[in-house]
T-cell receptor, first 117, second 112 residues
Framework: GAVVSQHPSWVICKSGTSVKIECRSLDFQATTMFWYRQFPKQSLMLMAT?????????EQGVEKDKFLINHASLTLSTLTVTSAHPEDSSFYIC?????????????FGQGTRLTVV | DAKTTQPPSMDCAEGRAANLPCNHSTISGNEYVYWYRQIHSQGPQYIIHGLKNNETNEMASLIITEDRKSSTLILPHATLRDTAVYYCIVRVAYKRNTPLVFGKGTRLSVIA
């Protein structure tokens, strides 16, 4: 079945550096992908909608200049956390759905645990 | 999408059926009920969805009341690996390019 793959699974970076997280759809072409963030013991919070070939749409309160999203191909979206700070430490998850299948479920990546030290 | 209400936590003995309730009293006629679960430090996993008929697959059964205002996810023989947060989400099926909105879910603990 359709699979969404995320890389890396975990990353530790120094404060002030940038980190790129990749999200790939393996079995289908995803014109739209979604990025979520999850803090400990909390639910998933939508950060942004990634649209292939156009600008991402960010949720209120999410800084677009800090969380850069690029969706340059139909199978790859990237999230770059720029100038990371300890408060950006979180679990980042991407999601996509096969646009050619009606009423199909959303698939999620395995998540990326970011720790900023 | 309609709002859902779930108990924050539940316990279940290993091998017994786990019955997870969800209230969605404002559901509209074209909204489906979806269930996902999230095992610790993993991305959410799809379980099952339905419109008005009861549904069953290899993972679980979904029972939707006749008035569609509530549903129950049933894991027939819970195992320790079923310990996770379970999310009940209501949404219109054809909104493929809109994201799932997660509530707080139910934290199911399966106990040996």
């Amino acid at each position: 079945g359709a699979v969404v793959s995320q890389h890396p699974s975990w990353v530790i970076c120094k404060s002030g550096t940038s980190v790129k997280i990749e999200c790939r759809s393996l079995d289908f072409q995803a014109t739209t992908m979604f990025w979520y963030r999850q803090f400990p013991k909390q639910s998933l919070m939508l950060m942004a909608t990634s649209n292939e070939g156009s600008k991402a749409t960010y949720e209120q309160g999410v800084e677009k200049d800090k969380f850069l999203i690029n969706h340059a191909s139909l199978t790859l979206s990237t999230l770059t956390v720029t100038s990371a700070h300890p408060e950006d430490s979180s679990f980042y998850i991407c999601s996509a759905r096969d646009p050619n299948i009606m009423n199909t479920e959303a698939f999620f990546g395995q998540g990326t645990r970011l720790t900023v030290v | 999408d309609a709002k859902t209400t779930q108990p924050p936590s539940m316990d279940c003995a290993e091998g017994r059926a786990a019955n997870l309730p969800c209230n969605h009293s404002t559901i509209s006629g074209n909204e489906y009920v979806y269930w996902y679960r999230q095992i610790h430090s993993q991305g959410p996993q799809y379980i099952i969805h339905g419109l008005k008929n009861n549904e069953t697959n290899e993972m679980a059964s979904l029972i939707i009341t006749e008035d569609r205002k509530s549903s129950t996810l049933i894991l027939p023989h819970a195992t320790l690996r079923d310990t996770a947060v379970y999310y009940c989400i209501v949404r219109v099926a054809y909104k493929r390019n809109t994201p799932l909105v997660f509530g707080k879910g139910t934290r199911l603990s399966v106990i040996a």
